[in-house]
């Protein structure tokens, strides 16, 4: 694809529940980026993956919240036993490489998020 | 810990004209990413700018300019010759590493015909 889709767009779910929000990135990235926006704020890192491994999940507000990247391509961010506060729009992001400080910037080009709704 | 803020919710512009949004940050590194994305009502964060602290020189693309004040931890975005399709939410960032990112609260932008 041409840029970095996400699935589903939106999503109502019960408190206690369990979803999984997907993100399909741009072909040939290998770093992919979870955040979480709520409502009148700005984005909130979550966790970032370097290929398969998980480079920096220090974002992740609790043990509920879980991502994998399988393949290195696409990823599912997993959340259980989901709460209200859980409500707020998820966004994935993919860059070509990631950086490490000093050797260069690439860019992250973002998804259209998926809006979680927990009641 | 690296905070962001931008202590103007909304702002507006008459088309053509200049409009300058305001951020400021706070950070103990020395080296670091500054940059401003576009968020429409489509929610896709799109990258407007963006500014290596180690450089001294102002960025600029196009329209859209930045005044970075490393000593001062300023980044203001000026808009010059606003257009109606640059009606947004403006959020400032900042990334230590150019990975983890730290967002702004943003600026509601609106432009007037």
């Avoid at chain 1, 700005?42 to 991502?67: C, H, K, M, V, W």
């Avoid at chain 1, 209200?84 to 050797?103: F, K, P």
């Avoid at chain 2, 702004?104 to 932008?109: D, I, K, V």
Wanted: glycine share 10%; aromatic share 12%; net charge neutral.
């Amino acid at each position: 694809g041409a840029g970095v889709s996400q699935t589903p767009s939106n999503k109502v779910t019960e408190k206690g529940k369990y979803v999984e929000l997907r993100c399909d990135p741009i072909s040939g990235h290998t770093a992919l980026y979870w955040y979480r926006q709520s409502l009148g704020q700005g984005p909130e890192f979550l966790i970032y993956f370097q290929g398969t491994g998980a480079a920096d999940d220090s974002g992740l507000p609790n043990d509920r919240f879980f991502a994998v990247r399988p393949e290195g391509s696409v990823s599912t961010l997993k959340i259980q036993r989901t709460e209200r506060g859980d409500s707020a729009v998820y966004l994935c992001a993919s860059s070509s490489t990631g950086t490490s400080g000093g050797a260069g910037y690439n860019e992250q080009f973002f998804g259209p998020g998926t809006r979680l709704t927990v009641l | 810990a690296q905070t962001v803020t931008q202590s103007q919710p909304e702002m507006s512009v008459q088309e053509a004209e200049t409009v300058t949004l305001s951020c400021t940050y706070d950070t103990s590194e020395s080296d670091y990413y500054l940059f401003w994305y576009k968020q429409p009502p489509s929610r896709q964060m799109i990258l407007v700018i963006r500014q290596e602290a180690y450089k001294q020189q102002n960025a600029t693309e196009n329209r859209f300019s930045v005044n970075f004040q490393k000593a001062a931890k300023s980044f203001s975005l000026k808009i010059s010759d606003s257009q109606l399709g640059d009606a947004a939410m403006y959020f400032c960032a900042y990334s230590p590493t150019g990975n983890q990112f730290y967002f702004g609260t943003g600026t509601s932008l609106t432009v007037i015909p």
